[in-house]
């Protein structure tokens, strides 16, 4: 007998496709809630994302109570305490997050306060806390990437402090996910591209890192499909619809699959580097992908090797031998970085960025070896493999 | 019938080995941060008064060491003398006996959720580099390469045998103390 053993948990309710957003009223009816709450922020309420969210449920008979949209891009202790002070004072029953991961957090903090009652969100920091369910939540993702709408996991920053404070709990999971292709049809390419890579790192590190597993697996395989076969449709044709659709979907699918597998060195590299130098986290993702692929080689030939067929298809993978698989796998990821410099300019290397200085590899590295991403990479990181590793991401 | 009758001495023996086991490690983490500048660089970058403690859920075994500061730590028995700071608690003793008696490595049981972080994650992050330098130095090299996720390959014959006579030699002193007080 075999010491494996997993866990896989993923509860939320997806809804997704076309006219998924007019479900939303019946989703909260079944829940009881007649008095939503939308939290998000100015980018979405500008680009007229809320629009069909409210039309649908107005459509139906039910008033959107109070909306906040001023969520910061890095959202704060005090954000969250002021956003349950108007969910009480307006007596909501329920939230809806529209938006990307801030916003989706932002949602996640507020709903421990209004249902756990105070006004200190930091009471509620760490694993475990929360013994009980929360209000309804709905969360309406209007990027294709981070997959906060199925991770049990927020992070808000306690500002008097100066440090990020996490939140993990299940109860945390929305009840359910909106995934509608109206929501992505507006997003700028160079977004597009780096959030679809982020959802494709989430794939191929939750498909390649200690915790993997076959239910993991097979929502991670599924994304970075979807991924490899859309994403470039999408750049070439923004409107495409139905390829907005697919990597939505694939994002959930790589939200679904690492926050029941975790992740590995390109997340501990990345939130360090975007704690450093400020870099958005997708194009982190982007960038580190293959150099940190390349230094877990020989631990995950196997694994990386069978990501070629989802990557590049069967003719390719059945052309190419076994033993070169896993090589041929991260070719494909430099192809399709490539394909997408060439599209929108997103950076392959952090000398690209032009935010990076060579002095701040030093201070990344020492950083990313405290994340706890890298607890959950398969090859023992030393401070010099960091360091090795960024040196060969720098240009 | 019979497997019946010894489970209740089996259970009872995987308890007082875990028990031990926590004693042991808590010492020659004191041990550790007294004799290897790699573990005492590790340690330096957590609070001087941390407490760390190592448990079984609900209320089992347990060890607590405090960084005392200079990347030094204090063996505290499974007393604390404040709010611990960062606690990694295994789910089940079942799970705990699986990591101490090295059939499932520490990064292993924390990617298989046998175990609970409480605390900052960097800290625990850097206390599983401690503890795995530890397993690193006091278990023969076969042993300690099923603890680790991966053996130093920096870490020679010479070093390994003087720093292990050093770490036990320091634990059955504590060891020694302990029953003398």
């Given at each position: 007998?075999?010491?494996?053993?997993?866990?896989?948990?993923?509860?939320?309710?997806?809804?997704?496709?076309?006219?998924?957003?007019?479900?939303?009223?019946?989703?909260?009816?079944?829940?009881?809630?007649?008095?939503?709450?939308?939290?998000?922020?100015?980018?979405?309420?500008?680009?007229?994302?809320?629009?069909?969210?409210?039309?649908?449920?107005?459509?139906?008979?039910?008033?959107?109570?109070?909306?906040?949209?001023?969520?910061?891009?890095?959202?704060?202790?005090?954000?969250?305490?002021?956003?349950?002070?108007?969910?009480?004072?307006?007596?909501?029953?329920?939230?809806?997050?529209?938006?990307?991961?801030?916003?989706?957090?932002?949602?996640?903090?507020?709903?421990?306060?209004?249902?756990?009652?105070?006004?200190?969100?930091?009471?509620?920091?760490?694993?475990?806390?929360?013994?009980?369910?929360?209000?309804?939540?709905?969360?309406?993702?209007?990027?294709?990437?981070?997959?906060?709408?199925?991770?049990?996991?927020?992070?808000?920053?306690?500002?008097?402090?100066?440090?990020?404070?996490?939140?993990?709990?299940?109860?945390?999971?929305?009840?359910?996910?909106?995934?509608?292709?109206?929501?992505?049809?507006?997003?700028?390419?160079?977004?597009?591209?780096?959030?679809?890579?982020?959802?494709?790192?989430?794939?191929?590190?939750?498909?390649?890192?200690?915790?993997?597993?076959?239910?993991?697996?097979?929502?991670?395989?599924?994304?970075?499909?979807?991924?490899?076969?859309?994403?470039?449709?999408?750049?070439?044709?923004?409107?495409?619809?139905?390829?907005?659709?697919?990597?939505?979907?694939?994002?959930?699918?790589?939200?679904?699959?690492?926050?029941?597998?975790?992740?590995?060195?390109?997340?501990a590299l990345g939130h360090a580097t975007g704690a450093v130098c400020h870099l958005?986290?997708?194009?982190c993702?982007?960038?580190y992908?293959?150099?940190?692929?390349?230094?877990?080689?020989?631990?995950?030939?196997?694994?990386?090797?069978?990501?070629?067929?989802?990557?590049?298809?069967?003719?390719?993978?059945?052309?190419?031998?076994?033993?070169?698989?896993?090589?041929?796998?991260?070719?494909?990821?430099?192809?399709?970085?490539?394909?997408?410099?060439?599209?929108?300019?997103?950076?392959?290397?952090l000398?690209?960025t032009?935010k990076v200085t060579e002095a701040q590899l030093d201070h990344i590295a020492e950083m990313a070896l405290d994340d706890?991403?890298i607890?959950?990479?398969?090859?023992?990181v030393?401070l010099e493999d960091a360091r090795s590793v960024l040196r060969?991401a720098w240009? | 019938?019979?497997?019946?009758?010894?489970?209740?001495?089996?259970?009872?023996?995987?308890?007082?080995?875990?028990?031990?086991?926590?004693?042991?490690?808590?010492?020659?983490?004191?041990?550790?941060?007294?004799?290897?500048?790699?573990?005492?660089?590790?340690?330096?970058a957590?609070?001087?008064?941390?407490?760390?403690?190592?448990?079984?859920?609900?209320?089992?075994?347990?060890?607590?060491?405090?960084?005392?500061?200079?990347?030094?730590?204090?063996?505290?028995?499974?007393?604390?003398?404040?709010?611990?700071?960062?606690?990694?608690?295994?789910?089940?003793?079942?799970?705990?006996?699986?990591?101490?008696?090295?059939?499932?490595?520490?990064?292993?049981?924390?990617?298989?959720?046998?175990?609970?972080?409480?605390?900052?994650?960097s800290?625990?992050?850097?206390?599983?580099?401690?503890?795995?330098?530890?397993?690193?130095?006091?278990?023969?090299?076969?042993?300690?390469?099923?603890?680790?996720?991966?053996?130093?390959?920096?870490?020679?014959?010479?070093?390994?045998?003087?720093?292990?006579?050093?770490?036990?030699?320091?634990?059955?002193?504590?060891?020694?103390?302990?029953?003398?007080?």
């Amino acid at each position: 007998m075999t010491n494996k053993y997993y866990e896989f948990f993923c509860p939320v309710k997806v809804i997704a496709g076309k006219a998924a957003l007019e479900h939303i009223p019946y989703e909260l009816t079944g829940m009881a809630a007649k008095r939503p709450m939308i939290v998000t922020d100015k980018g979405v309420r500008a680009a007229g994302l809320l629009e069909p969210v409210i039309a649908a449920c107005e459509e139906s008979g039910l008033e959107i109570t109070t909306i906040y949209d001023d969520v910061p891009p890095d959202s704060s202790t005090t954000v969250v305490r002021d956003i349950a002070g108007i969910y009480r004072q307006e007596k909501c029953d329920s939230i809806i997050a529209v938006g990307g991961g801030s916003a989706i957090d932002t949602g996640k903090a507020v709903n421990i306060l209004v249902s756990e009652g105070g006004d200190d969100i930091a009471k509620y920091s760490g694993a475990g806390v929360l013994k009980h369910p929360l209000k309804p939540f709905f969360v309406v993702p209007t990027t294709a990437g981070t997959g906060s709408e199925v991770t049990s996991v927020a992070v808000i920053t306690d500002e008097a402090k100066g440090v990020k404070l996490p939140f993990t709990s299940s109860f945390l999971l929305p009840n359910a996910a909106i995934i509608d292709p109206r929501m992505t049809l507006t997003l700028p390419p160079h977004i597009t591209a780096a959030t679809a890579m982020d959802a494709m790192t989430h794939a191929t590190e939750a498909f390649t890192c200690m915790a993997k597993n076959p239910l993991s697996d097979a929502y991670a395989t599924a994304a970075i499909k979807k991924i490899s076969q859309s994403l470039l449709q999408v750049m070439d044709n923004p409107k495409d619809s139905d390829g907005r659709l697919e990597l939505a979907q694939a994002s959930t699918m790589a939200g679904i699959a690492f926050s029941n597998s975790m992740v590995g060195l390109v997340h501990a590299l990345g939130h360090a580097t975007g704690a450093v130098c400020h870099l958005p986290h997708g194009l982190c993702m982007s960038l580190y992908l293959p150099y940190a692929l390349e230094y877990n080689l020989e631990t995950i030939r196997e694994p990386l090797g069978e990501l070629l067929l989802y990557l590049e298809g069967p003719e390719v993978f059945a052309a190419t031998p076994a033993s070169r698989r896993a090589e041929a796998s991260i070719s494909a990821i430099r192809k399709l970085r490539d394909a997408l410099y060439k599209r929108c300019q997103l950076p392959r290397t952090l000398k690209e960025t032009g935010k990076v200085t060579e002095a701040q590899l030093d201070h990344i590295a020492e950083m990313a070896l405290d994340d706890g991403s890298i607890m959950f990479n398969p090859k023992e990181v030393t401070l010099e493999d960091a360091r090795s590793v960024l040196r060969r991401a720098w240009a | 019938m019979l497997a019946k009758r010894i489970q209740p001495m089996v259970f009872q023996a995987r308890r007082l080995y875990v028990e031990l086991m926590f004693q042991v490690m808590g010492r020659a983490l004191q041990a550790v941060s007294e004799v290897d500048e790699k573990v005492q660089n590790e340690a330096r970058a957590l609070p001087d008064g941390f407490l760390f403690e190592m448990m079984v859920m609900p209320d089992g075994s347990k060890l607590i060491v405090e960084h005392t500061g200079q990347g030094r730590f204090r063996y505290h028995g499974d007393k604390a003398p404040r709010p611990i700071d960062l606690s990694i608690q295994f789910k089940h003793i079942a799970h705990a006996f699986l990591v101490l008696s090295f059939q499932e490595k520490t990064s292993v049981a924390f990617a298989n959720d046998r175990m609970l972080v409480d605390g900052d994650i960097s800290y625990a992050v850097r206390m599983t580099r401690v503890l795995n330098r530890l397993e690193s130095f006091i278990l023969p090299k076969m042993v300690a390469e099923r603890a680790v996720k991966e053996y130093p390959a920096d870490l020679h014959l010479p070093e390994k045998l003087i720093s292990a006579a050093r770490i036990y030699l320091k634990v059955a002193t504590n060891f020694v103390e302990t029953v003398r007080a």
